[in-house]
């Protein structure tokens, strides 16, 4: 069965990137959590990453703030895709560090970034790529589609209601 | 097998594109290439978007410049995983608004970001998806992985041996 | 009678989105407001787009935020004039994101673009569109505008009585 | 008959402009063009701006770069819609200076802004503006959208025969 | 004697430029107040610039948010020295609006910009325009500027006092 | 008689900064002219700076590129109004790093700052200082700007003519 | 036995530079610290700049916030290497102001500038400085980032245990 | 003696590093060159990190662009000071992610980053690194501060010499 694995530079990341488990909680899939830091965990990152596609992951999800190195480090040590959130953690300059240095990764290494602080898009791009190869994930990711329409309409029903 | 579509809102995208086409052909990757404008065509959007996923594709790579809402539209009418190619086209401003218009995607409609102009990493990272659930693909990756490696050792190799 | 629609991605843009509603009542002009969601409700974005001007509207205020679709695809399915409200959401990153993905649109599909959260200067500018054919509705913007003037003469006249 | 006034603040600024003058030559719409520099000729701005409503126009398109007063200050003096075309000129900070200070009109004086150097769109919204109430110009611009339409159309078949 | 005008375009900009007129009158420099609206006024904002250099004043201080015009309207119908205060207004983009419209003004009318906010030091450098030409104000420059340098003096003592 | 001081970082700003030159000269205004480096030569720029205004000057023009310390260093050993020209030199990012650290001076130490390269305006500004005080430059100042006018007015006449 | 000299503009820096002052201390180097204005005690800098490297500073640390030219200023003066901390003071706009006016310095005068408000980092860095050529603080510097090694892996130890 | 290590992630990087290189050679210090991608030779990375301090370096100059790992990486890797210069390559956004991705490392772990393109600077800044505990490299430093002033004062003479 496929499996996802979310890695964050910093426990202090945890509350962001807790909406990509628990989208992936929703679509069923299991997800492995784990704090790896570019920066102070050298040695960590590497083991990591040049195992995770034997370690039976689908995809890697990784978050982190600032001089954002972590996403693209994954990316260059494993053959995976690598899913990018950049975090405005107190340290960024209003974001655009964490998205530039998660974004813009050199010809051979992509990084597939979602917006900043969009660990939930992370978890359902993860979904995505599983389901992209696993019609029973596929047809559950058409049905959270359907379940974001129906609010939509619900909402836009209340608000006609309202309206005198 | 596997297949990957690649739309682009005008054949003035086509010179960069193109970096997706070719490295998906060097992966061996079937590929099917079509312009469609989100502004222009609307409807040839939603016809293609609605169907892509019953049409045999595993992932869509959409490149837009501009107010870029290719990418996004497809994400929203597909349940596949979507690839978007910011591109610094003519009438774009640095490439920001190409780029913050698709990134920043709201929750629950994931658009899977990559580099400025960096459609032959859109093109690696829809073979990554493909590799993340056949291991014939996977293997392709990780022997391109060592040939960027072993162009860099030769590049060194050959600065050492300028050097006095 | 000239009539306005008011459309916004998501309910929680009416706070932004109700002072183009107030500004349009206090010119006596009729107004339909709607949830529409790019990027959740692509069909009803299709369906509300295409009739718009068959159903009477004279032109469509369209608010949104972030990677925001809304007002640009309605203008892709509309040929009516259409103005777009950037919206400093909770995921934008400081409104750049909006104010681009809504202003910089490809030659050919104009979006008419006022100021990040300028709801307001929506109304205005819908109300000085139907003005443009209609003499008494030209003549309330006039009169809108006389009431400007004598709010900011009024507050210098205070402000020179409290000085000693 | 509906007329649309083209000003900009510099002789200049036509190459840019020019694109506005030949949409709406093409829409058969009859157009003034003049030079009116806010901050060198603003006797003339006040004139102009005071009568423009009075003098036949429909609407103004007005085009400045660098620190753009030109749209909003005919704004400030005239009831019509204004719309204001940013234009990046060899003064202008890759354009964000024209873009800010057309688009982030106070309160209560809307311009209705078009992308950096997007005369052409601006000529398209005025017709657009006129056809609101004037059923045989909307026709034109729904004509006109078509054209598009069937310009990528034919793009896509070539770039199909194109490919081996 | 020398006199100066400080203009703003609202009430609501009195706390920022309140600055500007408190150290005007530390250097016993007469100052009139008033609020002229470039965009609500337009008509008094020219009968105020027209006669500001005939009605004694030495330099104006125009403070403005957001798509600020009235410094550079100010200056387009005044021969004397313009200064321009940046003000960080609800409306605006952090500023960057403020700072762009007021500073990018073209060729032939220029602007004396301060920093965003920096109403103080625009009171300041109207002094120093005074002093320019008159010796006892300029003077006073000079001891205002020994204040600071005191200050800070008696700071780093009282900062070596504390550490042990 | 008045005499302005006009100091640069480099020869390299010399094609910016004589635009400043030959305006002052348009004005038979006194110039002189000299290199001071902030950080390459910062004991001439203490020495001019602290003598310039016992050594005749009304104010000072001053322009740097990239990380830009001229200005803001001769401000806060001169009681003179300085002026800053930001440059856009080859070390510069766009110009940005010019603007903002010759604008954003602390409260207590003013640079009137002028446009990106607008060296001329910064001429200009100077010598309103100057006429602030003098009523003949005052005169040649008013006598500038109706050339601006009747230069506009000019092509605004040519553009008529053009048109058929 | 090694020195650090950490200077800044203004008592109102010390919350942050106090964190660079910590480390050192952590390290056992000695640190002196003083406020030195560029702007308001430019005597002062000139006197603590040119005899920093005789007075047995190894290093210095600055400091400052928008327009900052402390570093800058001293780097100048000094042959020692100069540690420049932008900080993101009240004035200043996100701190964009504070990073470019200190990080841009032209060639020939560097300034090794570190992340925003990051002054803990310029005191590891400063240490590294001192550790470049003293075993001693080398190896603390390599046991401080075991340290930081530890930290993060506790913390992923901890979130292992809290899943369920 | 001592040394310092040059790498960078491309030789497309070299032309920018070169400088660096020339500026130590003339400073008489032993350079050492190597092309080390931290996205495409990771392992590389490592092994010339862990062992930079006792391979004999006593700082490590590291050049990249667009998301700019490197610097950071070894830094993360090494207790050395690393000098990090942010590089505008072909694929970068104006050189604002080489900055960013270099600049905002987090807590811990400092890169001290120079000017964009500042390789020269980078070279100036390690001379002034093993100055700081060696005599005869910081009298070569004060002498190259000589030079750079001498030159300034040199233009300046002949500046004085054209004018008439």
């Excluded at 599983?130 to 047809?139: F, M, R, T």
Aim: net charge neutral.
């Amino acid at each position: 069965m496929s499996k996802i694995a979310v890695v964050m530079g910093s426990t202090s990341d945890l509350p962001v990137m807790q909406k990509a488990i628990d989208i992936l909680k929703g679509f069923d899939i299991e997800v492995d959590v784990d704090i790896v830091s570019a920066h102070r965990t050298p040695e960590k990152l590497f083991e990591f990453s040049k195992n995770a596609h034997t370690n039976g992951y689908s995809a890697v999800i990784a978050g982190a703030g600032g001089a954002a190195h972590l996403p693209g480090m994954v990316a260059s040590l494993s053959p995976l895709p690598v899913i990018g959130v950049p975090i405005k953690s107190s340290n960024s300059i209003d974001g655009w560090d964490s998205i530039l240095s998660i974004l813009q990764m050199p010809g051979g290494v992509p990084v597939a970034t979602v917006a900043l602080n969009g660990a939930k898009n992370a978890g359902i791009l993860a979904a995505q790529i599983i389901g992209s190869a696993d019609k029973c994930v596929l047809d559950k990711v058409i049905l959270y589609k359907e379940g974001l329409k129906e609010k939509v309409i619900k909402g836009a029903g209340e608000l006609k209601n309202k309206a005198p």
